[in-house]
């Protein structure tokens, strides 16, 4: 079975702090896809990224930052110098060869980032 | 381009009426997916359509829930009757590529549409 814990369920920095957002999947499938979505209170899930089981390079996209291990089964996910803007609701999801091409989501961690 | 289009964004309804939610995915894209979001969950997938064949349903409540994609395009999602416990917010998706060849493919997300059974 696919599942995707995202233990930290709340996190509230002060802008321009840098803030890890932690995801630990687990899956049985050797190819799959890991995602980031972000959730502003609008409702919209906005995609982020997507990293596939067979590069563990790391990937820098502005103040965004992901790293993947497949080691401890993580892929964490780093906001440099928050901004009030990327306060929201951040999810981490699988997509395994096995799932049929759907997403299995974690339940989330809300950031609140403060002025 | 154009998003995942949804209709209605808000709905509040009496427990045991119905309700329709409607979903216009990316143009061209082959797959389509009705997630269920409960507040403070992360979305679960209720249906997956691929053109207008179902692909997987095993999670979606066949006594009150249904859903069809007509023409392989538009799709809808219906509710009846309603319980409490359907509050939620209902987020149609779309990708680009079936699921016959497996591509670990991005989805999609339109605005959800955001049901409050009362």
């Known amino acids: 079975a696919q599942k995707v814990t995202q233990a930290q369920t709340e996190i509230s920095v002060v802008e321009k702090e840098d803030v890890t957002l932690d995801c630990v999947y687990e899956?049985?499938?050797?190819?799959?896809?890991l995602f980031w979505y972000k959730q502003p209170p609008s409702g919209e899930l906005v995609f982020l990224i997507r990293r596939n089981s067979f590069d563990e390079q790391n990937e820098i996209s502005g103040r965004y930052s992901w790293n993947f291990q497949k080691s401890t089964s993580s892929f964490n996910f780093t906001i440099t110098a928050s901004q009030v803007v990327d306060s929201a609701v951040y999810f981490c999801a699988l997509n395994t060869q096995g799932g049929s091409e759907k997403l299995v989501f974690g339940k989330g961690t809300k950031l609140t980032v403060n002025p | 381009e154009a998003g995942v289009a949804q209709s209605p964004r808000y709905k509040i309804i009496e427990k045991r009426q119905s309700v329709a939610f409607w979903c216009n995915p990316i143009s061209g894209h082959a797959t389509l997916y009705w997630y269920q979001q409960i507040l403070g969950q992360g979305p679960k997938l209720l249906i997956q359509?691929?053109?207008?064949?179902?692909?997987?349903d095993s999670q979606l409540p066949k006594d009150r829930f249904s859903a069809e994609r007509l023409k392989g395009v538009d799709s809808t999602l219906k509710i009846q009757p309603a319980k409490l416990e359907d509050s939620a917010v209902y987020l149609c998706?779309?990708?680009?590529?079936?699921?016959?060849?497996?591509?670990?493919?991005?989805?999609?997300f339109g605005e959800g549409s955001w049901l409050t059974v009362v």
């Open positions: 998706a779309s990708s680009l590529v079936g699921v016959l060849t497996y591509s670990g493919n991005t989805i999609y």
């Open positions: 899956t049985r499938d050797t190819t799959y896809y």
């Open positions: 359509f691929q053109n207008n064949g179902v692909v997987d």
